[in-house]
T-cell receptor, first 112, second 115 residues
Framework: DAKTTQPTSMDCAEGRAANLPCNHSTISGNEYVYWYRQIHSQGPQYIIHGLKNNETNEMASLIITEDRKSSTLILPHATLRDTAVYYCIVRVASGGSYIPTFGRGTSLIVHP | DTGVSQDPRHKITKRGQNVTFRCDPISEHNRLYWYRQTLGQGPEFLTYFQNEAQLEKSRLLSDRFSAERPKGSFSTLEIQRTEQGDSAMYLC?????????????FGPGTRLLVL
């Protein structure tokens, strides 16, 4: 019952920018968007998060649209080691709690 | 290493046996989550604790599953009378929640195979 929509798969040439989109049209006004990635057989790794301003850290940049209904994760110079499944996550109301909820993510393949 | 740790990393068991997994969160984190992940799917929420209180359980968590966090530090997830459908990766995450922000940090997971 994920509240995010991502393409199933994408590919990118090594050294080029990888732009991974995510739709989260039902996100509530105060909830953040989080991005994680998961390399095969490992636990998900935190990448970046944001509310409404664009964010950048040493791993990636996050662009959030003004209406907050979608965002794009940018890996500016993709390497082979960036091949992974990338998850865009928002917290979803469940009972009296808000639970970080994963969808199926985007499988990014970076090729030489 | 001060990250989230899980033990064991791999477990093979026979159908009908009980298994217990342990998660040690980042020490200052007050929230601890358990997720289950099957092949080709994203992690699915099972349950979470705030300190020692178990605040939410998913419908996925049948009565064969039980989780504890007795002193608000490490947590255990027990599966009784395992079934082949329980084969999955079991992930633990911890976080320190502020009002609207909550960054989770995940452990490496425990991969369970039920024969």
């Amino acid at each position: 019952d994920a509240k995010t929509t991502q393409p199933t798969s994408m590919d990118c040439a090594e050294g080029r920018a990888a732009n991974l989109p995510c739709n989260h049209s039902t996100i509530s006004g105060n909830e953040y968007v989080y991005w994680y990635r998961q390399i095969h057989s490992q636990g998900p790794q935190y990448i970046i998060h944001g509310l409404k301003n664009n964010e950048t850290n040493e791993m990636a940049s996050l662009i959030i649209t003004e209406d907050r209904k979608s965002s794009t994760l940018i890996l500016p110079h993709a390497t082979l080691r960036d091949t992974a499944v990338y998850y865009c996550i928002v917290r979803v109301a469940s009972g009296g709690s808000y639970i970080p909820t994963f969808g199926r993510g985007t499988s990014l393949i970076v090729h030489p | 290493d001060t990250g989230v740790s899980q033990d064991p990393r791999h477990k093979i068991t026979k159908r009908g046996q009980n298994v217990t997994f342990r998660c040690d969160p980042i020490s200052e984190h007050n929230r601890l989550y358990w997720y289950r992940q099957t092949l080709g799917q994203g992690p699915e929420f099972l349950t979470y604790f705030q300190n020692e209180a178990q605040l939410e359980k998913s419908r996925l968590l049948s009565d064969r599953f039980s989780a504890e966090r007795p002193k608000g530090s490490f947590s255990t997830l027990e599966i009784q009378r395992t079934e082949q459908g329980d084969s999955a990766m079991y992930l633990c995450a911890s976080s320190s929640k502020t009002t609207y922000q909550e960054t989770q940090y995940f452990g490496p997971g425990t991969r369970l195979l039920v024969l």
